[in-house]
T-cell receptor, first 114, second 115 residues
Framework: DSGVTQTPKHLITATGQRVTLRCSPRSGDLSVYWYQQSLDQGLQFLIQYYNGEERAKGNILERFSAQQFPDLHSELNLSSLELGDSALYFC?????????????FGEGSWLTVV | AQSVAQPEDQVNVAEGNPLTVKCTYSVSGNPYLFWYVQYPNRGLQFLLKYITGDNLVKGSYGFEAEFNKSQTSFHLKKPSALVSDSALYFCAVRDSNQAGTALIFGKGTTLSVSS
């Protein structure tokens, strides 16, 4: 158990809908990362937050947004969902944003868009 | 831009034999290198990392990795494979000079250990 908690574990929704994925980082970790894992794209970095502020942005679609709250939990919002958004979404956390810090991953949220 | 290449989609070894999973990287600055393992329907588990110092890094479950700067490689090794090592392995790199960059992953290598 990495200590990173993600909910829900599984989610099935229809095209055009909006969902929110939630992440609680490990106790004491200030930095949160979101990744998308799909068969065709592999593990893609979406976005990083550090102590509530956005720090790095990857291949995140405009339909997707995220935030980190004062209690350090984070949410990833996915809207106008398409079939191609079906993937495993990982949240990860590290103590700080220092590049050498180990990043620990949650178990992921499986999103299926039908 | 930073990138990672894992040239083998799959590696097959027999139990008890040594295993190597290959990884090469590209970064503009000095690299921080990581290996993660993913079991079916599970999250990524951290195995080991190279930050600085000794080029041979030891990690969890008997795995080790060797950093080779001249060849820009960070191959994962284990002297004696177990069937339970069968999983998907990811190499990842982060540029040590840029705090605002993410951990970038390779496409992964499936390790299959036969009994």
């Amino acid at each position: 158990d990495s200590g990173v908690t993600q909910t829900p574990k599984h989610l099935i929704t229809a095209t055009g809908q909006r969902v929110t994925l939630r992440c609680s980082p490990r106790s004491g970790d200030l930095s949160v990362y979101w990744y998308q894992q799909s068969l065709d794209q592999g593990l893609q970095f979406l976005i990083q937050y550090y102590n509530g502020e956005e720090r790095a942005k990857g291949n995140i679609l405009e339909r997707f947004s995220a935030q980190q709250f004062p209690d350090l939990h984070s949410e990833l919002n996915l809207s106008s969902l398409e079939l191609g958004d079906s993937a495993l979404y990982f949240c990860a956390s590290s103590v700080r944003q220092t590049p050498g810090n180990t990043i620990y991953f949650g178990e992921g949220s499986w999103l299926t868009v039908v | 831009a930073q990138s990672v290449a894992q040239p083998e989609d799959q590696v097959n070894v027999a139990e008890g034999n040594p295993l190597t999973v290959k990884c090469t990287y590209s970064v503009s600055g000095n690299p921080y290198l990581f290996w993660y393992v993913q079991y079916p329907n599970r999250g990524l588990q951290f195995l080991l990392k190279y930050i600085t110092g000794d080029n041979l890094v030891k990690g969890s479950y008997g795995f080790e990795a060797e950093f080779n700067k001249s060849q820009t490689s960070f191959h994962l090794k284990k002297p004696s494979a177990l069937v339970s090592d069968s999983a998907l392995y990811f190499c990842a790199v982060r540029d040590s000079n840029q705090a605002g960059t993410a951990l970038i992953f390779g496409k992964g290598t499936t390790l299959s250990v036969s009994s």
